[in-house]
């Protein structure tokens, strides 16, 4: 059974930054695509980054691109989303998910497997 278990949540001004972990229990963990999405009240879950399995190569929601930077410690089983010029539209529960594939994804669908989430909360 895999288990994420994400951390780093919390409460910060506008314009200011946080970083956001998942810890993994997973075999070969290196090998699967690894992704983060954020639902914030009253809205559907909302895609925000993934990393490839293997190579790493990463892909962001427009509304984070050149922002926020999604990263993964393999030899920690550890994937990161670090989050700068945070906006209060960024308010949100963040969860971190993992798929049996390679590929990144941007449907929550395509994932297998998801941690609790972590609330982030950004003041204007």
């Known amino acids: 059974q895999v288990q994420l278990v994400e951390s780093g949540g919390g409460l910060v001004q506008a314009g200011g930054s946080l970083r956001l972990s998942c810890a993994a229990s997973?075999?070969?963990?290196?090998?699967?695509?690894m992704g983060w999405f954020r639902q914030a009240p009253g809205k559907d879950r909302e895609f925000v980054a993934t990393i490839r399995g293997s190579d790493g190569s990463t892909y962001y929601a427009d509304s984070v691109k050149g922002r926020f930077t999604i990263s993964r410690d393999n030899a920690k089983n550890t994937m990161y989303l670090q989050m700068n010029s945070l906006k209060p539209e960024d308010t949100a529960v963040y969860y971190c998910?993992?798929?049996?594939?390679?590929?990144?994804?941007?449907?929550?669908?395509?994932?297998?497997?998801w941690g609790q989430g972590t609330q982030v909360t950004v003041s204007s």
């Open positions: 998910a993992s798929r049996n594939a390679i590929l990144g994804a941007t449907r929550w669908e395509q994932y297998d497997y």
């Open positions: 997973r075999r070969t963990f290196s090998s699967y695509a």
